[in-house]
């Protein structure tokens, strides 16, 4: 059975600095691509950033220049390093993966869920 675990979710001030990680176990992604989607309280889940599997990335604008989607996958662990960060971007932080290697911004084109990671900026 395929899990995604997340982690390094937690409480920062504005401008502050998080390092999500999300572990996949019960099946090997290095040949998948994976995201990463947020959502905040009444509001849809959103598209993130994601990466192929072969490297290449994409990001939301309201991320781009200050986060950075990485994988490892020697140890199948998809990465997001935020800087920056902003009162906004206060949501609840979900890994996927999807059965095909290129990548998708779209939530229903992902296959495999964590349970979700608490990111809070205070400002």
């Known amino acids: 059975q395929v899990q995604m675990v997340e982690s390094g979710g937690g409480l920062v001030q504005a401008g502050g600095s998080l390092r999500l990680s999300c572990a996949a176990s019960g099946r090997t992604f290095s040949r998948n691509a994976m995201a990463w989607f947020r959502q905040a309280p009444g509001q849809e889940r959103e598209f993130v950033a994601a990466?192929?599997?072969?490297?290449?990335?994409s990001y939301a604008d309201s991320v781009k220049g200050r986060f950075t989607i990485s994988r490892d996958n020697a140890k199948n662990t998809v990465y997001l390093q935020m800087n920056s960060l902003k009162p906004e971007d206060t949501a609840v932080y979900y890994c996927?993966?999807?059965?095909?290697?290129?990548?998708?911004?779209?939530?229903?084109?992902?296959?495999?869920w964590g349970q979700g990671t608490q990111v809070t900026v205070s400002s």
């Open positions: 996927a993966a999807r059965t095909l290697p290129s990548m998708s911004i779209y939530v229903s084109s992902y296959n495999y």
């Open positions: 990466i192929s599997w072969s490297g290449g990335t």
